[in-house]
């Protein structure tokens, strides 16, 4: 059925929601308590792929600290294959991906494995795949002539949201990091 390939990219759009929402919990934009911001981003990636938030916390503020630069831990001069693999490797640890394997293990005692497999785990795939080629790859390959060293698509506010949360406006990001990602579209000129 077409059904389950609209549910499958749909299932990925609120995967990549949910990274994103970590993501800004990681810039203080969820809420005004550090707190707060802390333990809804810990859930969310938790809940994404049994992530450490605080690796994350650390790893993307050197992101942002040394944009495109070998300290930066986001950036690669590969092509998208090999900048995609040399970032998940930066990120997955052995443990995530045991612990994903326990929870799909149980999971499958209850819910059939096609099921998982279809929206479960080949959106979670997808997403990452979305939030690195939109959110990290596209902005940052090649050379920037600005201070952020990150580029950004063209204006459009539905083709920005769809593929990533307006994380396409990445410049506008970079420039206003405490812009939550559902206000981005306003920086965009």
């Known amino acids: 059925s077409p059904w389950i390939y609209l549910v499958i990219l749909f299932q990925t ?4 929601g949910l990274f994103i929402t970590a993501h800004d919990a990681m810039h203080g934009t969820v809420s005004a308590n550090k707190t707060v911001n802390n333990i809804l981003g810990g859930i969310c990636v938790a809940l994404y792929a049994a ?7 650390v790893k993307h503020h050197e992101h ?9 831990p986001d950036y690669s001069q590969g092509n ?4 995609y693999f040399k970032f998940m490797k930066t990120y997955l640890s052995l443990l995530q991906l045991v612990i ?6 149980l999971l499958a005692l209850v819910i059939p494995q096609a099921n998982l497999l279809l929206f479960w785990v080949v959106p979670s795939l997808l997403s990452t795949i979305q939030l690195f080629y939109f959110g990290t790859y596209l902005p940052h390959k090649g050379e920037h ?3 952020h060293q990150a580029k950004s698509q063209p204006k ?4 920005a949201f769809i593929t990533c949360y307006f994380f396409g406006y990445h410049y506008e990001h970079h420039d206003s990091p405490a812009t939550p990602w559902w206000r981005l579209y306003e920086k965009k000129n």
């Open 64 to 72: 942002h600290k040394f944009v495109h630069t070998d300290k930066d």
């Open 156 to 159: 459009n506010h539905l083709y």
């Open 51 to 57: 992530f450490s938030y605080r690796k994350l916390y």
């Open 100 to 105: 994903i394997a326990i929870v799909y293990n």
């Open 145 to 147: 002539d600005n201070k």
């Open 13 to 16: 759009h609120l995967y990549t």
């Open 80 to 83: 998208f294959v090999s900048w």
